[in-house]
Structure formats: C-alpha cells, structure tokens
C-alpha cells in the first residue's frame, strides 16, 4: 500500500438510521466475542483510556456549529450506546447459554 495524496476517494454509504445502530450493536456483539475468546491470551490490546471517549464526544463541538455538533454527539452517543448493548447482549446470552446447557458458545 502506498500514500498517494493526489489520490481523491468518495465514499457513499447508502445505510438507513436503523441499519446504522444495528451495525453498532453488531459491533458490540463481536467485542464481546474478541475479548471473551481472548481472555486467556495475553495480547489483549488494553483498554481504551477515558481521554479517548471525552475526546471522541467532545470533537463535534471542536470542528461543528452548535447544531450541527449537537446532532453529531447525538449520533456518537447513540452510537455507543448500541455498541454497550450489543456487548451485554451477547454477555447475556453466553451466560444463559452456559448455565442451561452446560456448554459455553460464542
């Protein structure tokens, strides 16, 4: 792979509101898949520190007009709020998974 800054890419993503937060939830879903068969593998990468979510929440209002950065740090919430829910879903069920059956699965 090579940097190419003349090099011009548009991207256009065609996804709806509610394909959005179930793409987020998925992604919680698949951490909790990442760090639950991880656990016993000491290459977990650390966890996030807490400047990185004050950053990420904070940055609509650095480069936006208010509106405009309200609307952004509402789609960044909502974002990581399905991404939590995904996470404690899949927990939820790997738990009950486990204790009805005796089995664990991913």
């Known amino acids: 792979i090579v940097y190419a800054p003349s090099i011009a890419i548009q ?3 065609d996804s709806t509101f509610s394909r959005f ?3 987020q939830f998925e992604f919680g879903e698949g951490s909790y898949l990442y760090y639950h068969t991880s656990a ?3 290459e977990l990468p650390p966890a996030f520190p807490p400047s990185v979510y004050l950053g990420l929440f904070a940055y609509p209002f650095k480069r936006r007009k ?5 609307l952004l740090f509402l789609l960044i919430v909502l974002a990581q709020a399905a991404i ?3 996470y404690i879903a899949r927990m939820i069920r790997h738990r009950l998974v ?5 089995i664990a699965i991913a």
């Not at 208010?66 to 309200?70: E, H, I, V, W």
């Open 84 to 86: 939590t829910a995904g």
């Open 21 to 23: 937060i179930r793409h």
């Open 66 to 70: 208010t509106g405009r950065a309200l």
């Open 40 to 42: 016993s593998s000491s």
């Open 98 to 102: 486990r204790s009805n059956m005796g």
């Open 11 to 13: 991207h256009f993503n």
